[in-house]
């Protein structure tokens, strides 16, 4: 009622109601923010959670993540966290190895990776590999890279849209990957944009982070950074080669932890400037070319001399053209002491980044910290229904692990799956699986019905190995499918009548099998049209030329016939034969009742019987004997 009457009272004043509808939405908003960020760390190859100082910072056990080893970890520098366990992957685990994480908010990533070597005399050899993020390669270790501090780790900047994070580490033949922590620090969803380029298209890789005029390299939670910022590495550099010194102040400086970067204030309080010597600065470094690089640029005036407008104008150039013109810090910032940050992307072809502040009047030019991001087209992914189509693939075939099939299947281009061919679908957008290759590869399983989910597949050669089982009759869904070679293994069964309808079929070898009936007609005269097919080595077929000739055909109502009747009989019989059964039992407790009684007139009747037949028997005999006598006395 009170809120009533407040709004009641304020109708007649529109502008104090705006005032307070702003401060309440900007409170939601602050409110909204205040939420903690989602934090994953993982110590690699630890087998319980652990804190690290100074900050007690949380790492998770590795557990569920990937395949690999684990072992101990030579910590290189400061800067790593100091941890003592890492995993590695050697190349008999396969090529490609990932880190898989699930449940993780969709939202904008700092994603970190940091890298030791193995603590082991028999690991000697630094190992050189690739980096890719959800299916982008976004960085190659370079050699010497244990011996340089920031080249340790590899850090870039990620949107997640569907709760589930991969990073993979590709064997280049140098070595075995290792990896000793994994972070993942959210970030505010509009961090570093750079134009219409930015969002879930791109990655920016952090090629280059320098807190100017301080030698001390430092986190943002080191100098006072909030979480949402992320927890940025600053490398700390007193002067460049060639030009500048250091210059610092303790003076409070403004407008820093604004929205979206959240840039913390002791970034801004040292600087390098120019002198009399060298008035302008100059500042380089090698890139990879042909590609584009965001560049971000930190300034405050913190020279207490400077203490209007015009007093220092400079121009910046990125590789000598000029970015950014007749810069005026106290003009842009609003005063001293106060935080502005220029951005400006742009396309480097060479492979060197040059950033020049070149003094137009006043004093020398100034600068306190630099940014570089290279700005990395995300991939593409690989078709998720193909993706699960292989993996059910790689599991009935047996798949060995030297062959990997870990990660995406099509992306990194550079690190496609081996025997695995793939093509962009411009309709869908994805990649999807056009051709397998896995001949003479000692797999030992057998074929699935999801092999047909591999609908874009047009060749396919399992051939010289020991796969065992029939042949899915759903291969013949595939209609581009035109290479089919399953010679030379153990399939058995019949020859699915569905493979006659593949017009597209031009290759079909099954022989040296166990295959046996009759091959369907459709293949029989399909050679006549220029097509390969080889039947050849399975004893069991028969029904075209080569082959021997087939007994009577019968349609399959015919066979679903004689079945029935088969059946009908068997049962007839079986019926009979518990009718006779049943009636010679009968029989049989009637003549064990009649035996078992033992009442006299039932003794008698059976005496009587008994006389009566014997009585018949010696009848015809005297008979006889009285004709014979009475024949004698007749003779004379």
């Known amino acids: 009622m009170l809120l009533l009457r407040s ?21 939601s908003s602050a409110a909204a923010k205040s939420k903690e960020p989602y934090v994953m760390r993982i110590s690699c190859g630890a087998r319980d959670d652990l804190k690290t100082k100074p900050a007690n910072t949380l790492w998770y056990r590795d557990f569920g993540y990937s395949g690999g080893r684990f072992t101990n970890a030579t910590v290189l520098s400061f800067i790593e966290p100091q941890l003592k366990t890492l995993r590695y992957f050697p190349l008999s685990d396969g090529p490609e190895n990932c880190y898989n994480i699930n449940r993780i908010p969709r939202g904008y990533y700092e994603v970190r990776l940091f890298f030791a070597l193995i603590a082991d005399p028999g690991f000697d050899n630094e190992p050189v590999f690739d980096i890719s993020i959800k299916g982008t390669q976004i960085c190659s270790l370079k050699s010497g890279w244990s011996n340089i501090d920031e080249q340790s780790f590899v850090e870039a900047l990620v949107l997640i849209t569907d709760t589930t994070f991969t990073t993979c580490f590709h064997s280049t033949g140098h070595g075995d990957p290792s990896i000793l922590s994994i972070e993942l620090l959210q970030i505010d969803d509009n961090s570093y944009y750079f134009g219409p380029l930015w969002g879930r298209r791109t990655v920016l890789r952090t090629a280059k982070r320098l807190t100017c005029g301080s030698a001390n390299s430092t986190f943002d939670e080191d100098y006072g950074g909030i979480l949402w910022g992320g927890n940025r590495f600053w490398l700390g550099v007193s002067s460049f080669p060639d030009s500048g010194r250091p210059i610092s102040t303790e003076h409070n400086i403004s407008q820093t932890l604004v929205s979206p970067n959240l840039y913390p204030e002791k970034l801004y309080q040292s600087a390098i400037v120019g002198d009399d010597e060298q008035p302008d600065l100059s500042f380089q470094m090698e890139v990879n070319p042909n590609k584009n690089y965001s560049v971000w640029l930190h300034f405050a005036e913190i020279d207490s001399n400077i203490t209007g407008k015009g007093q220092r104008i400079f121009d910046i150039l990125l590789n000598g053209d000029i970015a950014f013109e007749n810069v005026d810090i106290i003009r842009m910032a609003g005063g001293s002491y106060a935080a502005l940050v220029l951005n400006k992307t742009v396309e480097v072809t060479g492979r060197t980044l040059i950033i020049t502040l070149r003094t137009i009047s006043g004093s020398h030019a100034l600068i306190n910290a630099i940014e570089i991001f290279e700005v990395i087209w995300a991939e593409s992914r690989t078709s998720t229904e193909e993706v699960r189509a292989l993996q059910t693939l790689k599991n009935s075939l047996g798949l060995p692990r030297r062959l990997g099939w870990n990660g995406d299947p099509c992306v990194p281009q550079q690190h496609p799956w081996s025997g695995v061919d793939c093509q962009f679908d411009r309709k869908s957008g994805r990649w999807v699986i ?25 060749s396919i050669n399992l051939s010289d190995n020991s796969l065992y089982g029939a042949i899915p009759s759903s291969l013949g869904t595939i209609a581009g499918l035109q290479t089919l070679d399953l010679s030379y293994n153990q399939l058995n069964g019949s020859i699915p009548e569905t493979l006659g309808r593949l017009m597209s079929l031009q290759i079909l070898n099954l022989n040296g099998n166990l295959l046996s009936g009759r091959v369907p007609a459709n293949l029989g005269g399909r050679p006549l049209h220029r097509a390969s097919f080889n039947f050849t080595g399975n004893a069991g077929l028969c029904g075209i030329p080569g082959l021997p000739t087939c007994g009577p055909h019968l349609s399959v109502p015919a066979k679903i016939g004689i079945a029935f009747g088969s059946l009908f009989g068997l049962l007839l019989v079986i019926l009979c034969v518990l009718i006779w059964w049943k009636r010679r039992a009968n029989i049989r407790r009637t003549q064990k009742i009649a035996s078992s009684r033992e009442a006299p007139y039932a ?8 006389d009566v037949q014997m009585t018949k028997h010696q009848r015809p005999h005297e008979q006889a004997r009285n004709n014979a006598e009475s024949a004698s006395n007749l003779l004379p």
């Open 434 to 458: 056009d051709g397998l290759g896995l001949d003479n590869q000692g797999l030992k399983g057998f074929l699935p019905n999801d092999i047909a989910k591999l609908r874009h597949l047009q």
């Open 603 to 610: 003794k008698a009747r059976t005496s009587f019987a008994r």
């Open 7 to 27: 709004f009641v009272h304020l109708r007649h004043r529109p502008l104090l109601l705006c005032i307070i509808l702003s401060s309440a939405c900007l409170w």
